[in-house]
C-alpha cells in the first residue's frame, strides 16, 4: 500500500494539487489515486523504473495528458474546467522536456522571445530584453543570435529552461531533463536547476540523478505501477528506504552512478 506522508511541510500555500487522480490509456491503468501537494518553494524529485508514471503524472498538471478521474488544481484553479484555466495555468507553470523542443529556425534569442509577444502581446523589444534577461540567468547570452543547430545538448536545454522562465513561472515541471544529453553535458544543466532551486523556484522534477535530488530536494518520491509507494526526506530515503521495490531501484541505480 502506498505510504501516507507525515512529512513537515513548508510555510508557503498550497500551489499544485493533485487529489484521488486516476488515468488510463486505453485498458492500462497509468495513474492510482495519486494524492500530492506541493507547496510554493517546494522542490519535489519524483523517481522510480521506467513505467512507472512520473512522466504521466507531471504532464497531467499542465493538462498535456487528461485524466479520468479526480481533480489537479494550480494556484486555485481547477485544471480542465473550462479552456481559460489550462490557458491560464500553462502560463503559470512551465515545462521543461527530454528532448529540447526548440524551432530549429529561429535563433535563440527568438525561441526565448516568442511566447511573449504571441502570448503576452509584448512589443518585440520589450520581449527580446526579457530573454536575454533569462539567458544570462542560465549562463547562455552569448549564445543569443545562433541557431539551435549550432549548440551543444546541454546548450540547448539551458535555452528550454530560460525559454520557460521567461514567462516568470510560478512552478518549473523537468521531465528527465538530462536524459538525453551525453555525461558532460549533465553538469551544465544539473547546475542551473540548482540555482534556479536555491532561488526559491517550486519544482517538480523527474529525474534519475540522485546527487541531484539528495542535493536539491524537499522530498522525493518513490513511484511504481503508477503509484506513489514511498515518500520521504532525501536523507531518509536515501538511508532507509522503506519500500522493497525503492530499496531494489536504490540499489540498481546507485549502482551505475
Avoid at 63 to 87: F, N, P, Q, W
Avoid at 94 to 115: K, T, W, Y
Amino acid at each position: 500500500m502506498p505510504t501516507k506522508s507525515k512529512l513537515p511541510t513548508s510555510e508557503g500555500k498550497v500551489l499544485i494539487e493533485l487529489k484521488n487522480v486516476d488515468k488510463w490509456y486505453g485498458g492500462f491503468h497509468a495513474l492510482k489515486d495519486i494524492n500530492l501537494s506541493v507547496r510554493k518553494g517546494e522542490k519535489i524529485v519524483l523517481c522510480g523504473p521506467s513505467g512507472s508514471g512520473k512522466s504521466t503524472l507531471i504532464r497531467c498538471i499542465n493538462h498535456l495528458e487528461k485524466i479520468r478521474g479526480g481533480t489537479v488544481t494550480v494556484d486555485g484553479r481547477v485544471m480542465g474546467e473550462t479552456a481559460k484555466s489550462v490557458e491560464g495555468v500553462r502560463r503559470d507553470i512551465g515545462m521543461v522536456f527530454q528532448s529540447f523542443n526548440l524551432f530549429p529556425h529561429l535563433r535563440i534569442i527568438d525561441n526565448c522571445s516568442l511566447a511573449l509577444r504571441r502570448v503576452k502581446k509584448m512589443p518585440r523589444d520589450e520581449a527580446e530584453k526579457a530573454a536575454r534577461k533569462y539567458l544570462d540567468r542560465v549562463h547562455i547570452l552569448e549564445q543569443a543570435e545562433k541557431y539551435p543547430a549550432q549548440l551543444s545538448g546541454g546548450q540547448q536545454q539551458r535555452v528550454a529552461i530560460a525559454r520557460a522562465l521567461c514567462m516568470e513561472p510560478k512552478a518549473m515541471l523537468f521531465d528527465e531533463p538530462t536524459s538525453a544529453l551525453d555525461p558532460e553535458m549533465v553538469k551544465e544543466v544539473l547546475d542551473t536547476m540548482i540555482e534556479l532551486a536555491r532561488d526559491g523556484m517550486t519544482m517538480i522534477c523527474v529525474t534519475h540523478e540522485m546527487g541531484f535530488a539528495r542535493q536539491v530536494a524537499d522530498r522525493v518520491l518513490f513511484m511504481a505501477d503508477g503509484e506513489i509507494l514511498e515518500e520521504a526526506t532525501p536523507q531518509e530515503f536515501f538511508s532507509n528506504p522503506k519500500h522493497e521495490r525503492a530499496q531494489a531501484f536504490l540499489g540498481d541505480i546507485l549502482g551505475h552512478q
